[in-house]
């Protein structure tokens, strides 16, 4: 029977909210670690011989910090990856809206030369190519009209009024969280054998 493993430090338990929604204070409080993480850049964490961003690393200094504010590090991490969540959805929209934009534009290019174009055969191959675009307009508007699920749209609101922040600080918000040590390799090991 294995042993349970022992619980993280500082990681008390946390029960989300059965909505899934961020409430201001969370979202104000996690800005404020990717900032000072930010501002720290080239700290080490406590105790650590470690460097910073060093994969054997047992915690990422946003963690660190989250922890040296007095946070709930599971609530952080929650409140983190909602704001990944949240942000990846926004990201998604304005990606289609653009999509979607350049389609309509190539469309309405391509419509202007089969309407100019000199003979059968090239109107027939602008034809193809105006379907096959249409097709593809079709499909990202199906697409844009699949709605995030009510909590997702919900923390988008939330962390709008702090995009700018995220954004000084979205390098930070990039990096993977580090929960364990990764195993050790010897120098020598070759993968695939």
Same mark, same amino acid.
């Given at each position: 029977?294995?042993?349970?493993?022992?619980?993280?430090?500082?990681?008390?338990?946390?029960?989300?909210?059965?909505?899934?929604?961020?409430?201001?204070?969370?979202?104000?409080?996690?800005?404020?670690? +990717?900032?000072?993480?930010?501002? /720290?850049?080239?700290?080490?964490?406590?105790?650590?011989? +470690?460097?910073?961003? /060093?994969?054997?690393?047992?915690?990422?200094?946003?963690?660190?910090? $989250?922890? @040296?504010?007095?946070?709930?590090?599971?609530?952080?991490?929650?409140?983190? &990856?909602?704001?990944?969540?949240?942000?990846?959805?926004?990201?998604?929209?304005?990606?289609?809206?653009?999509?979607?934009?350049?389609? &309509?534009?190539?469309?309405?290019?391509?419509?202007?030369?089969?309407?100019?174009?000199?003979?059968?055969?090239?109107?027939?191959? +602008?034809?193809?190519?105006? $379907?096959?675009?249409?097709?593809?307009?079709?499909?990202?508007?199906?697409?844009?009209?699949?709605? &995030?699920? /009510?909590?997702?749209? $919900?923390?988008?609101?939330?962390? @709008?009024?702090?995009?700018?922040?995220?954004?000084?600080?979205?390098?930070?918000? /990039?990096?993977?969280?580090?929960?364990?040590?990764?195993?050790?390799?010897?120098?020598?090991?070759?993968?695939?054998?």
């Amino acid at each position: 029977m294995p042993t349970p493993r022992p619980a993280e430090p500082g990681r008390v338990a946390y029960r989300p909210p059965a909505d899934g929604r961020l409430t201001r204070a969370q979202v104000e409080a996690c800005v404020g670690v +990717l900032e000072k993480v930010k501002l /720290d850049e080239g700290r080490r964490p406590a105790g650590s011989a +470690l460097a910073p961003g /060093d994969p054997l690393s047992l915690e990422s200094l946003d963690v660190v910090v $989250a922890r @040296e504010r007095g946070l709930n590090v599971s609530e952080y991490l929650w409140v983190r &990856e909602r704001v990944l969540e949240a942000e990846a959805a926004a990201l998604s929209e304005r990606l289609m809206a653009g999509h979607l934009t350049m389609l &309509e534009r190539t469309l309405a290019e391509l419509r202007t030369r089969r309407a100019a174009a000199p003979d059968e055969g090239s109107k027939k191959l +602008l034809g193809e190519q105006i $379907a096959n675009f249409e097709a593809e307009a079709n499909r990202t508007r199906r697409e844009a009209r699949e709605k &995030e699920p /009510d909590a997702v749209r $919900a923390n988008m609101k939330v962390i @709008e009024p702090y995009r700018a922040r995220l954004e000084a600080a979205g390098d930070v918000l /990039d990096r993977p969280v580090l929960r364990g040590a990764a195993p050790a390799r010897s120098p020598d090991a070759v993968p695939g054998k």
